[in-house]
């Protein structure tokens, strides 16, 4: 017969031939009748025992494609945990808009909220579901239907008083180990606005000291940022650029997680009544610029970054002193 191996010893593996060939028309015909077009990949995933239906499965070769910071990942893998929690196995064919319900309703339960952490686990699965969309794994995103609140915008910001509160704190030896980094890379964040990944990913070579000047491309937007610096940042700069070559890094490794840990405690030792977290320095730069130094919303943008002007908007008149300075003399024909 056409096709078969011939000799002694073949008719073993003439068998196991006809089993897979066998086993191969079984799978695609049922496809077929499922509407699921016949491709190499489902076929090469059949033979090498994938289950094409594992959404985990699935999950796990979209996010393994993406180009993700680490902190990114983090948040794919931290969703992945709470979905196998939730349910151990998933199929495609349960990602209906009932599951995605059932599964925020779990998440409520474990004490998310809207915005924030519960915020990221959809905008996450979300996000993987339309890539399975795109792939022909499943019929539709559930999440066309299904609506979810985004994360609040953060305006809570240092006032000058408090900003100066933190730089005058004085440590014991112990503390000093302990904080001096936080403190420092905080103050810094105060002085130009920059995100913790781009504080931590700063080199000697971005630095123009002589001008004072830092030019970075930023990891969230792969922008190109130049930003003038003033004194108190260049103080910081050069007390941890000592002995450093241009490629090495300005500030020592540590984790934002951990500088937002010791920032609370730096908080409470400055007598400030705020929930305190690195991304507040951007805040503070942008409205302590804004409000209490009259900068233009659109230079303020640029030092930021931002593409959208929109975006830089939401500093303006942050600061409620200023609002009510502005009332005083406010009047209608009545001339200050």
Do not use: W
């Amino acid at each position: 017969m056409a096709g078969k191996a011939k000799g002694k010893g073949y008719r073993t593996l003439n068998v196991k031939f006809d089993k897979i060939k066998s086993d191969i028309q079984t799978f695609c015909s049922l496809k077929e009748a499922g509407g699921i077009p016949i491709t190499f990949d489902l076929i090469d995933n059949f033979l090498s025992g994938k289950n094409d239906n594992d959404f985990y499965q699935l999950y796990d070769d979209i996010v393994s494609k993406k180009n993700l910071r680490v902190s990114t990942k983090y948040k794919y893998t931290l969703l992945r945990q709470r979905l196998k929690n939730f349910k151990s196995r998933l199929f495609t064919s349960d990602i209906t808009y009932e599951f995605i319900k059932s599964f925020d309703s779990y998440l409520r339960k474990d004490g998310l909220k809207d915005g924030g952490a519960l915020y990221n686990m959809h905008k996450s699965l979300k996000s993987v579901l339309n890539e399975a969309f795109l792939l022909d794994k499943i019929e539709s995103s559930p999440y066309k239907r299904f609506k979810f609140k985004g994360a609040k915008r953060c305006e809570t910001f240092l006032e000058e008083k408090e900003v100066v509160r933190i730089k005058d704190l004085i440590f014991d030896e112990n503390d000093e180990k302990k904080y001096k980094l936080s403190k420092d890379m905080f103050l810094f964040a105060c002085y130009t606005g920059l995100r913790f990944c781009d504080c931590d990913e700063l080199l000697v070579s971005n630095i123009d000291l002589k001008n004072s000047i830092l030019l970075i491309v930023m990891k969230k937007t792969n922008e190109i940022l130049k930003v003038p610096f003033n004194s108190q940042a260049k103080t910081i700069l050069c007390k941890y650029m000592v002995g450093k070559n241009k490629d090495q890094k300005i500030f020592p490794k540590i984790a934002n997680q951990t500088i937002n840990l010791k920032l609370k405690d730096i908080a409470n030792m400055a007598k400030i009544d705020k929930r305190v977290h690195f991304h507040i320095g951007r805040h503070t730069f942008a409205s302590n610029l804004v409000n209490r130094c009259n900068v233009p919303i659109t230079i303020v943008s640029k030092l930021l970054g931002h593409v959208n002007i929109s975006n830089t908007m939401i500093y303006t008149n942050s600061n409620f002193a200023v609002l009510q300075n502005a009332m005083k003399d406010f009047r209608y024909g009545i001339k200050s």
